[in-house]
């Protein structure tokens, strides 16, 4: 194994500066970060946010469930408008029906609460098929202005705490506090227009130099690549440490290959994968990729809970990455996401030491015995390839 190269931080303004060019967007203060582990602190942390808000919120989410916590939340949205307050929300139809308990759609008009389904698609309106292909897979909230929640967690059951009856899936999100604020409310001010049909105005990246700790909005839109690029750059720069979360390994293959790079020249490359999976042949793509992982000389790991959900990174407990883009063709080429990226050693050490916690509920997968798996499991990966394209 060749040694890492002379260290050298993550946090030096050059390269947050390279960072900010590659996601043109300029970085924004981070007055306060606050990591949200699962829907048991994520949701109630929400809810409190949504309760309290005084002039605004906007609330966009790839499901919303009409279930028990969707409900909920329909609830929390509808008194904020009784209150006065301006109350908008996005919800993506699509995303919606792959979870029990339907759209909340008529529980928000029922109360008042102004909301646009993303690109709806009608059984039998074949001119509205066309849209199946790039949907609104961000999470989000932001509230008055000054606080913004963005993770993976969607308004599900799936996603609620135990203390809610929910399933408790395991998942992350980042609540922030300072000028970054303003650009995820600028965010959901784009996506509000393309939910209406309208072309949002163009984007002017205005390049700026902004001292850690800082953040910035890692946001992708069908064709734009951002977050396959954050991900190569995270591997080609990380000295010592990269620690990734997912939920779907289905890797684009110059992502892949600077996963593999990294860990050959001495980087300590670990993931931890559902052991579970709610999408089956997703996750027989996710382990094809396995073998030549683990041959470079990174580290697998298969949670034993629940499905984990969660799409995180953290590079030398320096750089963090938390939202709503998967490692697979969907997130990274055709769908809009919405993501965080924090330059701040503080959150990085908390996530870093969050995920040596999870570790503890995985198990890690050994290349020797994962050679002899069984056949079926092998041929299942190979036939998984040509869906690839499509998770």
Not at 28 to 43: Q, Y
Not at 172 to 181: Q, Y
Request: include cysteine; charged fraction near 25%.
């Amino acid at each position: 194994m060749s040694p890492v190269l002379a260290s050298q931080s993550l946090l030096q303004p050059a390269r947050i500066s390279e960072l900010s060019r590659l996601l043109q967007a300029p970085p924004g203060t981070v007055r306060d970060a606050r990591i949200l582990r699962d829907g048991e602190e994520a949701f109630p942390a929400m809810l409190d946010l949504i309760g309290s808000a005084r002039r605004t919120v906007c609330f966009e989410h790839f499901i919303f469930a009409g279930d028990s916590i969707g409900r909920r939340f329909a609830d929390a949205l509808g008194g904020a408008v009784r209150r006065g307050v301006d109350v908008r929300v996005i919800y993506d139809p699509v995303g919606t029906l792959m979870v029990q308990g339907g759209s909340i759609g008529r529980a928000l008009a029922a109360q008042n609460v102004p909301a646009r389904a993303f690109r709806p698609v009608r059984l039998l309106a074949p001119w509205t098929w066309a849209r199946l292909r790039h949907r609104d897979h961000r999470k989000l909230l932001v509230v008055d202005g000054e606080t913004a929640v963005v993770g993976g967690l969607c308004i599900s059951d799936n996603w609620a705490g135990r203390s809610f009856g929910g399933r408790n899936w395991r998942d992350t999100a980042l609540l922030v506090r300072g000028s970054l604020v303003e650009q995820v409310g600028e965010a959901f001010e784009s996506m509000w227009r393309r939910a209406k049909g309208e072309d949002p105005p163009p984007q002017v990246f205005m390049a700026a130099d902004r001292p850690a700790p800082c953040g910035m909005v890692a946001a992708d839109r069908p064709g734009a690549h951002h977050i396959a690029a954050v991900y190569v750059w995270l591997a080609r720069h990380a000295q010592r440490s990269l620690e990734i979360t997912d939920a779907y390994l289905v890797t684009p293959e110059p992502v892949v290959s600077a996963f593999e790079a990294a860990a050959r020249r001495g980087v300590s490359v670990r993931f931890l994968l559902p052991g579970s999976n709610n999408h089956p042949v997703a996750a027989a793509s996710a382990r094809r990729r396995y073998a030549r992982l683990m041959a470079a000389g990174a580290k697998i790991y298969e949670w034993r809970g629940v499905m984990v959900h969660a799409k995180t990174a953290v590079a030398d407990g320096e750089i963090v990455l938390v939202g709503s883009s998967n490692l697979d063709p969907l997130s990274m080429t055709r769908n809009y996401e919405l993501n965080l990226l924090l330059a701040d050693a503080a959150t990085g050490r908390k996530m870093a030491e969050m995920f040596e916690q999870d570790l503890r509920g995985a198990r890690e997968i050994h290349p020797e015995q994962w050679a002899r798996r069984p056949l079926w499991q092998k041929t299942a990966e190979m036939a998984a390839k040509i869906f690839d394209d499509n998770l």
